[in-house]
Nanobody
Framework: QVQLVESGGGSVQAGGSLKLSCAAS????????MGWFRQAPGKEREGVAT???????AYADSVKGRFTLTKDNAKNTLYLQMNSLKPEDTAMYYC??????????????????????????WGQGTQVTVSS
């Protein structure tokens, strides 16, 4: 059974930084694509960043240049470095993983994997709050 555990959330002032972690277990880590999503109260869950098994990445336009996605295969951990945080980044952040990725789907690109509907495995979330 796939397990994803997020950590690293917290409260920061605008302009600050946070680094989120997602520890994965229960599957062959490198064979999955993974992503970070966020959901603010009253809003739909939106894709933030995604990475596939070839280390190809995609980012939402709203975070490009500020957020960086990396992974440590030895630790089975995905990271999201968030810099220059803005109040509009405030949300619950979720880690997700799925085996049916762009690398094996003729109808998908890495950008497709920014859609929450593409993922079947989710963590419990970690709260990020950015104050102005």
């Amino acid at each position: 059974q796939v397990q994803l555990v997020e950590s690293g959330g917290g409260s920061v002032q605008a302009g600050g930084s946070l680094k989120l972690s997602c520890a994965a277990s229960g599957y062959t880590y490198g064979s999955y694509c993974m992503g970070w999503f966020r959901q603010a109260p009253g809003k739909e869950r939106e894709g933030v960043a995604t990475i596939d098994e070839n280390d190809t990445t995609a980012y939402a336009d709203s975070v490009k240049g500020r957020f960086t996605l990396t992974k440590d295969n030895a630790k089975n951990t995905l990271y999201l470095q968030m810099n220059s945080l803005k109040p509009e980044d405030t949300a619950m952040y979720y880690c997700a993983a799925d085996v049916y990725c762009d690398t094996v789907r003729p109808d998908a690109t890495i950008a497709t994997m920014l859609r929450a509907i593409e993922y079947t495995n989710w963590g419990q979330g970690t709260q990020v709050t950015v104050s102005s």
